[in-house]
Every structure is written in C-alpha cells, then in structure tokens.
C-alpha cells in the first residue's frame, strides 16, 4: 500500500480572473488545486499519477476543452473531468457525457455545486485507483501459486470440501490439506471469505478451459 | 452576342418549329379543301357533258325513228328547226333510201350503226378553238347524220365555275385530240390535281379532262404570318412573364437573406456578448461565495475573504464595462447618410408586390391606399423590411380568423409632417397584457416564433428618425402605425 496521497484539482481556464477566485473557492474545503492558463501546458505538463480531479473551461483559445477531453481520454487519464461552460447547448452537453466527461457545469457555476461535484469526483477516483491497485497485487500473489495449488483454489471457490476435492483430483484429503495451507500462506490470506472476495475474479476465467 | 444566341437558342428553336408545324398544317387544310373544290368542279362538267351526249343521242334516234317527212322541202324544215331549239346542231343531214352519202366516212359510220343498232361517231374535228362532230344513225327507209358543235353544246348557265377567270382547265379529248372547253390557267410549280372521265355515252366516248394547278401564291400565307405572330407573342409574352417571376424571387431571396443575416449577426452578439460577460460573473460568483465560506471559519481568514471581496468588485467592473463596449460598438457611427429622399408609397408597393401571392395563398383581401407619392427620408432596403416584416405578421395573426373575414388594409399618407403607414388587419388582435411587449426582443406569441421581427423594425424606425407603434383593436384587429419623417425639399425629378 502506498502512502495515502492529498488529491489535487487540476483547473485550466484562460481566464485570470476566474482561475483565481474559483481556485479561492476550492481551497475553501481543503483541496489543492494547480492553475494552468494553457490547455497545452496543462497536457505537456500534469502529473498523471496523482489522486484528484480536472476542471476543464469549453471555451478556450486555440484548444476547445471538449478537444482537451477528447485527447484525455485517448491517453488513458483516469481522473474525472468536469466541464464548464458559459453556454451551454444540449448538444454540446450530449458530446461532452459521450466522450466521457463527470460532470457538465454551466458559468456562472454554484459553489454547492462545483464543490460537491469536485468531492464525488475525488472519491470516485480513489476507490477506483485502490481498486486497481488491490487487483494488482492480487495479481502478483496468484503468479507465484503451483499448478496444483491453483486447480485447489478453483475446487475451493466452487465450494467443494477437502474430501471431494481430493477424490476429484485423485489425491488423498491429507495432500489437499497441504496444498490449501500453502496457498493460504502465499495469497496472505487469513480466512475462506477473504480468499473468495479477493481471488475468486481470477479464477474463474482459468477453472472452467 | 453568341451567349445571348446560347441562352435563347432552345426557344427560338422552339418557336420556329411550332411556326414551321402550324403553317404546314395550314397550307395542308388549305389544299385539301381546293382538290376538294376541284373534285366537285369537275365532276359537275363531266354530267353536264354526258347530258348533252345522250341529248345528241336522242334527238338523232328520234329523227331516225319517226321519218319526219318524206319530202326534201320538208326535210330542210326540219333541219331549219332543230338548230334553232338545239343551238349545237349545226346541220341535219338526211340520206334517202338508194342515196349515198356524201363522203365515205359517213358511209362506214352508217354501216357500222347498222350493226350496232346504236349512233356513231364520224369525222372528229377536235382543236383548241374547235370542237365538231358528227353523229350517224342508221334508220330505215332514211338514215340521219347530225353535225355538232361542242362549244355550243356545254350548258354554260348551269356551269359551276367562272369560265373567264376560273383557273380550272378542262378538255374533251377524244384520242390524240383535244378541245378546249375552258382555258383556265396552268402555272409552272406548285401541286397539280388532276381528273379525267369517259362521258357516259357509247356514241361519244369523248374524256372530260380537268386540271389544276395550284401554285405558291395560293398558299394561306396571310393565316400562316398570322400564326408566326401569334406564336411569335405567345414566346415573348412567356419570357417577359419569366422574368418577371424570376425577379421578383430574387428579391424575395434578397429580402429574406437580409433578414436572416441581420439575425445571424444578433445571434452571434448574443453568444459573444454571453461569453464576455459570464467570465466576470464566474469570477464574481466564486469570489463572494469563497469569501462567506472564509468568514464563517473564523477571523484568521479575514484578509483572505477581504482579497475575494476586491476581486469581486474589480470583476463587477469589468462586467460594466463589457457591456459599455457592447453599446458602443452596436451603435451606428451615422445613420443620417445612409437616409435618402425615396417615395414611401412606391416603396410599399414594391414591399406589397413581393408579397402578393403569400396574399393569395392565405385568401386574404388586401386593399392598399396610397393616393400621392409621399416623400420621406429614409432607406430603401430598411423601409421595405419594415413593411414585409408587418405584413407578414398581419397574415400570420389572419391564419386565426376566418377565410371570409380576413382584411388587410395598408395606407400611405402624409400627416403633420410625417409619412405615415398604417397596416391595419382584421385578426383577433393584440391581447392587452401582451401589447406592452410586442417591440420586446425575443418576445413572441406565435409557437416557434423568434420574437425578433417587431422589435426589428422597431430599431429600424428609431434608426432612421422615425418610430413604430401599435394599436389594438382586440378582440378585432392590430393596427401599426409607421412614422418616418418628411423629406425636407421634395426633389423635382420622379
């Protein structure tokens, strides 16, 4: 588990003014924010990584933020963005959901709002990245089981017994016992529920060729 | 010159085949009808002739049959007599019983009768001018011979054509012999009809010949240059029609694309406008809102929320002076140049022009009364709108009231030295809570309307001096008054 990371707001607006105050606004309830004038500053030059939120302006020179979205999503970023316009039109509202936009605000945006929709964007994003990262490591610790212990596992989350697992592999109830506390020790599990709600995903693909 | 040719050539093709068509359609009919004429012409000679043929066969098988007298004093009598009743016998000749005849001719003719029982024919002397034969019948105990003269022998008072002047020509031939009955005329060119018959008697197989020659001048060509006529106006009547109506779309199109551009330009203001001043209210929005977020956490966030505070009041500004800058640049620099001196009432009837069959296609009466030119100072294209923009509304709100009581009545009069317009329609009028509305932007009564013609042309009065206003008659019709003002020094030139 890596060390819990305070989310960041990324906001790009070429307005001075109005990057200021909402930025203002923002940090009223705790969250950073980084300001980018440039939509593509803010492309070249964000991190990644990180843990937040992206507040992107429709109408800017140069670069439309649905164009800045657009090019987000086919690179993969996996931090919400939240739109804002001045005027908005159904159509653009419909494109903007489409190519997968959080949230689509209108200017002048409520603080309410703009400060809710920023929260569940952050927390969406959080359980998303533990998410992601649990499947990781769950990943590596299932790479490192046997053969054997792997068709165990499958005959364990399909809910078989000892017994009948060992009648159906051929081997005796003792063996499976072994095998069982092997790959509970590998998988750093302490108990069947725990083993199921985290592997029981991975195996099922590989149980049934 | 050649273009001209290009963009014509398909009428005028058109036009000299329906003139080519007609005139041979015509010289048809005509010349059907004169072979027609001629058919009966001739005809009519051939049994006039043959009457007279078996006329000569009867006189003569008469004399054979009763031997008038036995005597010659007698006998010259007769031969006296009979070509005074028949003016064609020229002579009666009598062989008695034993007798010869005087020449051989008659002789064999007499020989032949006999056989046959029946007249015959002896010494043809056919001619142009002459036209004699004689005609034997063999009797007993005297045989008879007649002499006759053709010329003298056709009936001329039951004769149907003119013999002078008719251009018929007709002939007896009797082998390579011909006698000319009637001269008629025989021109080179042109169509022949042609008709020749036996007369119907044995006696004298004589062919009745009749010609005609019909040449070019006989031809219709007074109804032939009065059909090119015809076809010739019927063409341009077609082409001016054409014009006219092309015309009067475009300037339809003209009209309505100024509309729309005028509209369009709004329409792009508008969403400039929008953007320019939702930045500023953005920012003052989240200024003041993160500024009452600062002061209910404490004094210690006192400065903060007074820096959000300034920025606030300096984004009000900049709002204000958005807008500033908007009037300004929408005011016109100086609209009094582009004001001429123009008829208002030639300018209506131009407007009223356009949309006459809009008039008709909504079954409205419309009555327009503008006695005299009035002279006012404006612009054309804005002033033409203005009544387009009327007129149409007017049709719009008679859409709701029956077909037989819809009334359009628009007037042009000068009045305390303004040109006035009145379009007054029986409509269901203006309801009251709406009247103070009408010249509103975006204010409309009408589903999908824009809600920008009246306040158009609103603009466009004031923009030109001059001011547009309502009356409603409700629940029976609106009534627009449009005042414009007098041109000064009326101009003497139309």
């Known amino acids: 588990m890596s060390a819990p990371q305070s989310p960041l707001i990324h906001l790009i607006d070429d307005d001075e003014a109005v990057r200021a105050s909402l930025a203002l606004l923002i940090g009223t309830v705790g969250l950073r924010v980084q300001t980018w004038g440039d939509p593509q500053a803010f492309l070249h030059g964000f991190d990644r990584e990180g843990i937040g939120a992206i507040v992107l302006d429709v109408r800017m020179p140069g670069i439309s933020g649905l164009t800045v979205l657009d090019t987000l999503v086919a690179q993969g970023v996996d931090q919400p963005v939240i739109l804002l316009t001045g005027h908005g039109t159904v159509e653009m509202c419909r494109r903007a959901f489409k190519s997968g936009a959080t949230e689509f605000l209108e200017k002048p945006v409520d603080d309410e709002l703009l400060l809710e929709a920023l929260q569940n964007a952050v927390r969406a994003h959080v359980r998303s990245r533990e998410r992601h990262q649990a499947n990781r490591q769950a990943q590596t610790l299932y790479a490192q089981l046997s053969e054997r212990e792997r068709e165990v596992l499958g005959l364990i989350v399909e809910g078989l017994t000892n017994k009948e697992i060992g009648r159906a592999l051929g081997v005796s109830p003792r063996t499976v016992e072994t095998h069982r506390a092997n790959l509970f020790a590998k998988l750093q599990v302490d108990s069947l529920a725990h083993l199921i709600r985290h592997y029981a995903v991975l195996v099922a693909p590989n149980a049934t060729p | ?494």
């Open chain 2, 1 to 494: 010159m050649l273009s001209v040719f290009r963009t014509h050539a398909p009428r005028l093709l058109l036009a000299c085949l329906l003139v080519l068509l007609g005139c041979v359609q015509l010289a048809r009919l005509e010349l059907a009808q004169l072979r027609e004429a001629f058919e009966v012409d001739a005809r009519i000679s051939h049994r006039l002739l043959s009457q007279r043929a078996v006329q000569h066969e009867a006189v003569l098988a008469t004399l054979a049959l009763l031997q008038p007298t036995a005597t010659a004093a007698s006998h010259d009598a007769t031969a006296q007599r009979l070509p005074a009743v028949y003016p064609q016998i020229l002579g009666v000749q009598r062989r008695e019983p034993g007798a010869p005849w005087p020449s051989a001719t008659l002789q064999a003719a007499e020989d032949r009768s006999r056989q046959t029982r029946q007249a015959v024919l002896a010494n043809p002397e056919f001619g142009a001018q002459r036209g004699r034969f004689q005609l034997v019948q063999a009797a007993q105990p005297a045989s008879y011979a007649l002499l006759i003269d053709m010329h003298a022998a056709v009936p001329w008072s039951d004769w149907s054509m003119p013999v002078q002047t008719s251009p018929v020509r007709v002939t007896l031939e009797h082998g390579s012999q011909a006698f000319v009955v009637q001269e008629g005329r025989l021109a080179e060119g042109g169509w022949r009809f042609a008709f020749r018959k036996t007369l119907a008697s044995d006696s004298q197989p004589f062919d009745v010949v009749a010609q005609r020659q019909v040449g070019w001048a006989e031809l219709p060509w007074g109804a032939m240059l009065l059909w090119a006529l015809a076809v010739l106006a019927a063409m341009l009547a077609w082409g001016a029609w054409q014009r006219q109506r092309s015309a009067r779309l475009r300037a339809e199109a003209l009209l309505r694309v100024g509309q729309v551009a005028r509209l369009n330009s709004l329409g792009v203001l508008a969403a400039g406008m929008a953007h320019e001043l939702n930045q500023p209210l953005t920012a003052i929005l989240a200024n003041t809102q993160a500024a009452k977020r600062l002061l209910q956490e404490g004094p210690d966030e006192l400065a903060s929320a007074q820096g959000a505070m300034d920025q606030a009041v300096a984004q009000a500004r900049r709002a204000a002076e958005v807008v500033a800058r908007l009037r300004r640049s929408v005011e016109q620099p100086n609209p009094s140049e582009r004001l001429q001196s123009l008829d208002l009432a030639q300018a209506v009837r131009t407007a009223l022009q356009l949309l006459e069959p809009e008039c008709t296609r909504h079954q409205v009466a419309l009555t327009l009364r503008a006695p005299q030119a009035v002279l006012v100072l404006a612009e054309r294209v804005a002033v033409e709108q203005i009544v387009h923009n009327l007129v149409t509304n007017a049709l719009q709100a008679l859409e709701l009231v029956p077909v037989a009581q819809r009334q359009l009545s628009v007037a042009v009069e000068a009045a305390q030295g303004q040109g006035v317009l009145r379009v007054l329609d029986s409509g269901p009028g203006i309801a009251p809570e709406a009247l103070p509305h009408v010249f509103a932007p975006f204010f409309t009564t009408r589903a999908g309307g824009l809600g920008l013609g009246l306040s158009l042309c609103e603009t466009l009065a004031n923009e030109m001096g001059g001011q547009l206003q309502v009356h409603s008659h409700a629940p029976h019709g609106a009534e627009f008054v449009l005042q414009l003002p007098l041109a000064r020094a009326p101009e003497d030139t139309p």
